[in-house]
DNA sequence: TAAATAATACCGAACGTTCGGTCTGTTTGT
DNA sequence: ACAAACAGACCGAACGTTCGGTATTATTTA
């Protein structure tokens, strides 16, 4: 196996980690995807990697500086590299969008070794809402990180208005957010529906579809 | 004042609530509005209140049972009953909800006596988010709640669609789903862009104005 | 209508447990 | 031999809850 995540997890700053502390940091990701900070405690931390606390604060100087660490993690997981999508059209534009989710999902499963995608993606959500409401510093990147989609999403709508792709009297800026709520929206609606069916891709799909169809020329 | 939630406040299964049963919900629901389920303490509640532990377990046999019923005061508040929605044409069907959200939040605000709209929204999601997590309970309401609020809007789009105030080629479902992902993801949005400007009424707008302008004939 | 009784409202010290974190000592690798 | 890696007993603070008790109010009795 050769994830992404593993990247992150050795080099975060561009200097290999303590082999020990990877380790650390893997298995305590799994009890804050199942739980809130404050309900993790140490005592499970310790015994889930069955090390000691020594050995813990050996390598963290404190739970936060773990937890912030994971989210640290899970942010870089999402980031997306716009200046490698296709910019030939808005369609191929979201068809790659939608492939790069579908594979940051079945990433993140792999990492969790998890079979209930929908459970994952609720604590998944819960851990990054969490430390937005919690360190305002993680605020910050979700913004640059939303500002970031939305300049890719609004040149490739522009270059789509003018070659005629589409046509559509609302502005560029409303379309990309039309298209970026649609993403956190049917994510929220994929999340609540876990008991039901389908997987988050494809309700992503259909609503991009929806969009899309009702614009083209 | 004559707010709503004072009905769901004394009187949750139509009879009277003891007053200061009442008085411990409201005053702990702006405690549980500003950090998570854990992080309140009893010793924050008794204080707030003014009461005594032992005053407290009077009245509640458990902190649990306080947040859960807050959470379902929560839920009744957001409760939204369709069928007084106008249903002559879709663009007054989307005025009016825009109307009730934004009444919706008005109320809240005044509950709490905030003037930081965002950062109560946020700490708003979050508990209904933790309660969901929590406790599964909740998931059933809030998909219930959702099911409704489908059914309303594909009524409506249908409609629409029959009597030519709209035409598309898209399911009459997928653009109800298109609508409901804007009420999520312009919600996410503006939480997150909480120390920008512009408040979650302006975003929903633009986006329902976005959707309707391209399927109106 | 006053005294007696019952019911409710409320208090705050104390309980057992758990929390995140520290400290001292031992093992391991070089 | 010496530092890094680890173990786990231990710490004080804080946690939710309990409990014995006292005011206050409502109801019954004489």
Redesign the pocket.
């Known amino acids: 196996m050769n994830l992404k995540i593993d990247l992150y997890l050795y080099r975060p700053n561009g200097r290999f980690m303590?082999?020990?502390?990877v380790y650390i940091l893997q298995t305590s990701l799994l009890l804050f995807l199942q739980k809130s900070?404050?309900?993790?405690?140490?005592?499970?931390?310790?015994e889930k990697?069955?090390?000691?606390?020594?050995?813990?604060?050996?390598?963290?100087?404190?739970?936060?500086?773990?937890f912030k660490e994971i989210v640290m993690l899970f942010f870089s997981m999402g980031n997306i590299d716009y200046s490698k999508f296709p910019n030939d059209s808005l369609y191929n534009f979201y068809q790659q969008y939608l492939t790069h989710t579908t594979a940051s999902f079945i990433q993140l499963n792999e990492l969790v070794g998890s079979n209930d995608e929908s459970t994952l993606s609720f604590n998944f959500f819960f851990i990054m809402f969490e430390a937005m409401n919690r360190f305002p510093e993680f605020l910050a990147i979700e913004q640059e990180d939303y500002d970031q989609a939305h300049m890719a999403w609004c040149e490739i709508i522009d270059r789509a208005m003018v070659n005629g792709e589409i046509k559509t009297e609302s502005k560029k800026e409303d379309v990309a957010d039309l298209f970026l709520f649609s993403t956190d929206g049917s994510f929220i609606r994929f999340l609540n529906n876990k008991h039901y069916s389908g997987n988050y891709s494809d309700y992503l799909k259909t609503a991009f579809e929806t969009i899309y169809n009702n614009i083209k020329t």
Do not use: D, P
């Open positions: 303590n082999k020990t502390r900070y404050k309900e993790v405690t140490m005592k499970e931390i310790v990697t069955g090390l000691s606390k020594g050995a813990f604060y050996h390598y963290f100087s404190s739970k936060e500086e773990l």
